[in-house]
Protein backbone atom coordinates (compact mmCIF):
# COMPACT_ATOMS: atom_id res chain seq x y z
CA UNK A 1 0.00 0.00 0.00
CA UNK A 2 0.83 3.39 -1.05
CA UNK A 3 -0.16 6.80 0.79
CA UNK A 4 -2.07 9.26 -1.23
CA UNK A 5 0.69 11.60 -1.80
CA UNK A 6 2.64 9.12 -3.85
CA UNK A 7 0.24 10.09 -6.92
CA UNK A 8 -3.52 10.36 -7.87
CA UNK A 9 -5.03 7.25 -9.16
CA UNK A 10 -4.00 7.25 -12.73
CA UNK A 11 -0.36 7.49 -11.79
CA UNK A 12 -0.65 4.97 -9.24
CA UNK A 13 -2.42 2.69 -12.01
CA UNK A 14 -0.09 2.89 -14.37
CA UNK A 15 3.02 2.28 -12.64
CA UNK A 16 1.40 -0.61 -11.30
CA UNK A 17 0.12 -1.97 -14.93
CA UNK A 18 3.80 -1.32 -15.90
CA UNK A 19 5.25 -3.13 -12.74
CA UNK A 20 3.20 -6.38 -13.39
CA UNK A 21 -0.10 -5.90 -10.79
CA UNK A 22 -3.26 -7.12 -11.62
CA UNK A 23 -5.39 -4.38 -9.69
CA UNK A 24 -5.20 -1.56 -7.82
CA UNK A 25 -7.95 0.32 -5.39
CA UNK A 26 -7.42 3.87 -4.80
CA UNK A 27 -9.50 6.29 -2.29
CA UNK A 28 -8.49 9.69 -0.56
CA UNK A 29 -6.96 7.67 2.20
CA UNK A 30 -3.78 5.88 0.11
CA UNK A 31 -3.80 2.98 -3.10
CA UNK A 32 -3.99 -0.65 -2.45
CA UNK A 33 -1.92 -2.65 -5.30
CA UNK A 34 -2.78 -6.00 -6.08
CA UNK A 35 -0.73 -8.80 -7.93
CA UNK A 36 -0.18 -12.74 -8.16
CA UNK A 37 1.82 -14.05 -5.01
CA UNK A 38 4.29 -15.29 -7.21
CA UNK A 39 4.66 -11.77 -8.42
CA UNK A 40 4.88 -9.77 -5.36
CA UNK A 41 8.65 -9.25 -5.02
CA UNK A 42 8.92 -8.11 -8.83
CA UNK A 43 6.21 -5.83 -8.60
CA UNK A 44 6.90 -4.42 -4.94
CA UNK A 45 11.02 -3.67 -6.20
CA UNK A 46 9.60 -2.27 -9.78
CA UNK A 47 6.99 0.31 -7.78
CA UNK A 48 9.19 1.08 -5.00
CA UNK A 49 11.84 2.48 -8.33
CA UNK A 50 8.80 4.11 -9.66
CA UNK A 51 6.87 5.07 -6.17
CA UNK A 52 9.29 5.28 -3.38
CA UNK A 53 8.86 3.15 -0.50
CA UNK A 54 5.67 1.59 0.59
CA UNK A 55 3.96 1.70 3.98
CA UNK A 56 3.40 -1.64 3.34
CA UNK A 57 4.25 -5.02 1.52
CA UNK A 58 2.44 -8.45 2.21
CA UNK A 59 0.63 -11.67 1.25
CA UNK A 60 -3.55 -11.47 1.49
CA UNK A 61 -6.18 -13.40 0.91
CA UNK A 62 -8.73 -11.87 -1.60
CA UNK A 63 -11.30 -14.21 -2.96
CA UNK A 64 -12.13 -14.84 -6.01
CA UNK A 65 -15.91 -15.40 -5.50
CA UNK A 66 -18.30 -14.54 -3.29
CA UNK A 67 -21.34 -15.82 -2.06
CA UNK A 68 -24.43 -13.45 -1.08
CA UNK A 69 -25.91 -13.24 2.53
CA UNK A 70 -29.16 -12.96 3.69
CA UNK A 71 -30.18 -11.38 6.60
CA UNK A 72 -29.99 -14.53 8.88
CA UNK A 73 -26.51 -15.96 7.25
CA UNK A 74 -24.90 -12.47 7.77
CA UNK A 75 -26.66 -12.15 11.73
CA UNK A 76 -24.45 -15.73 12.19
CA UNK A 77 -21.47 -14.86 10.13
CA UNK A 78 -21.00 -11.88 12.08
CA UNK A 79 -21.51 -13.61 15.58
CA UNK A 80 -18.47 -15.72 14.18
CA UNK A 81 -15.84 -13.06 13.16
CA UNK A 82 -16.73 -11.13 16.26
CA UNK A 83 -15.79 -14.52 17.85
CA UNK A 84 -12.81 -14.77 15.78
CA UNK A 85 -11.48 -11.51 16.45
CA UNK A 86 -11.72 -12.12 19.90
CA UNK A 87 -9.73 -14.65 19.86
CA UNK A 88 -6.04 -13.67 21.14
CA UNK A 89 -4.41 -16.38 18.78
CA UNK A 90 -6.13 -15.04 15.92
CA UNK A 91 -4.10 -12.45 13.64
CA UNK A 92 -6.24 -11.52 10.36
CA UNK A 93 -10.27 -12.86 9.77
CA UNK A 94 -11.13 -12.69 6.28
CA UNK A 95 -13.71 -13.83 4.49
CA UNK A 96 -15.56 -13.74 0.63
CA UNK A 97 -19.41 -12.88 1.65
CA UNK A 98 -21.61 -10.22 0.15
CA UNK A 99 -24.58 -8.79 1.64
CA UNK A 100 -27.35 -6.22 -0.22
CA UNK A 101 -27.92 -2.70 0.99
CA UNK A 102 -31.16 -3.78 2.65
CA UNK A 103 -29.55 -6.41 4.49
CA UNK A 104 -26.73 -4.42 6.04
CA UNK A 105 -29.17 -1.89 7.12
CA UNK A 106 -31.07 -4.25 9.39
CA UNK A 107 -28.36 -5.33 11.06
Do not use: R
Request: charged share 30%; hydrophobic share 40%.
Amino acid sequence: SYPASVGDADTVMMAAIEAGAEDVESSEDGHIIYCADTDLNTVSTALEADLGESESTKLIWKPTTTTELDLDGMQKLMKLIDALEDDDDIQTVTANFEASDAVMEQL
